[in-house]
């Protein structure tokens, strides 16, 4: 009874003073919305695994210099693969944007340049015709381009005949040679395009350039192992790390 007395008591104050009443609802309004979009970030970005198989197998490899760590120049990049015994495959890979011609207006398409076994190191296959062949991170064979299933449906009309056609990027005819799944848009949201990553030259031999991020898979640990397995795993993973970062050159 005494609940019933304090709610009629609260509405009739509520009544008496509709400003401050509808300045208080305000307040509750805009705090509610702002924890749940800041645990929607959060969640997403941070608490969500990502769509992949065994996403928590994937890291991010990064050099290490004397005030913090970093993007990765090509030779590090290619010593970390050739002395690879922790990784079931590494991967380059570099933001870009691609113009793509269209019947009315240029459209530009944010996209990221890949290593050939980029998608394989995620572990996701393409919803419509393949991914990016070894050769083809090769110079003179990367005229080549995965989309993403937005820009399939947005402007391709979802036409299942997209694979093996030509269009118009950056002024130059390329190969759709796939489509990739909606869940991809999950790790970059704006990412709607994929090219092979070609190294020039000149980044082949220059352990100060450091403009490439890197990403890889961890091998599947041997289940059947014992206890302790994870932390050896671990302990392994580190030293391969710390063991490839053993160059004077990388102190820049």
Do not use: C
């Not at 005030?67 to 991967?91: A, C, H, L, R």
């Not at 393409?126 to 990367?142: H, K, W, Y």
Request: glycine share 8%; aromatic share 10%; hydrophobic share 40%.
């Amino acid at each position: 009874m005494n609940f019933i007395q304090d709610l009629r008591y609260t509405i009739r104050m509520m009544a008496k003073r509709p400003g401050f009443t509808i300045i208080a609802a305000l307040t509750l309004a805009l705090g509610i919305g702002a924890n749940s979009a800041i645990f929607s970030a959060v969640n997403a970005i941070l608490l969500k695994p990502l769509p992949f198989p065994e996403s928590q197998q994937l890291v991010d490899l990064s050099e290490t210099f004397k005030d913090g760590y970093g993007s990765v120049s090509v030779p590090y990049y290619e010593d970390w693969k050739n002395q690879n015994t922790v990784f079931t495959g590494i991967s380059a890979y570099q933001f870009s944007s691609f113009n793509l011609a269209s019947a009315d207006t240029p459209l530009r398409v944010p996209g990221i340049r890949v290593s050939a076994n980029y998608f394989e190191v995620l572990g996701v296959k393409a919803a419509l015709g393949r991914a990016f062949l070894p050769s083809e991170d090769v110079a003179g064979n990367e005229r080549v381009v995965v989309i993403g299933d937005d820009l399939w449906r947005r402007n391709f009309a979802a036409d299942p005949g997209i694979v093996n056609r030509q269009i118009a990027v950056n002024g130059q005819n390329y190969t759709v040679v796939g489509v990739m799944p909606r869940e991809m848009s999950s790790l970059y949201r704006t990412v709607q395009m994929w090219a092979p990553l070609v190294f020039p030259e000149q980044d082949r031999t220059n352990r100060g350039d450091h403009k490439y991020l890197v990403i890889g898979r961890q091998a599947r640990r041997d289940s059947r192992a014992g206890p302790g397995t994870d932390e050896r795993h671990r302990a392994a993973t580190r030293s391969a790390i710390q063991k490839w970062s053993r160059y004077p050159a990388n102190s820049d």
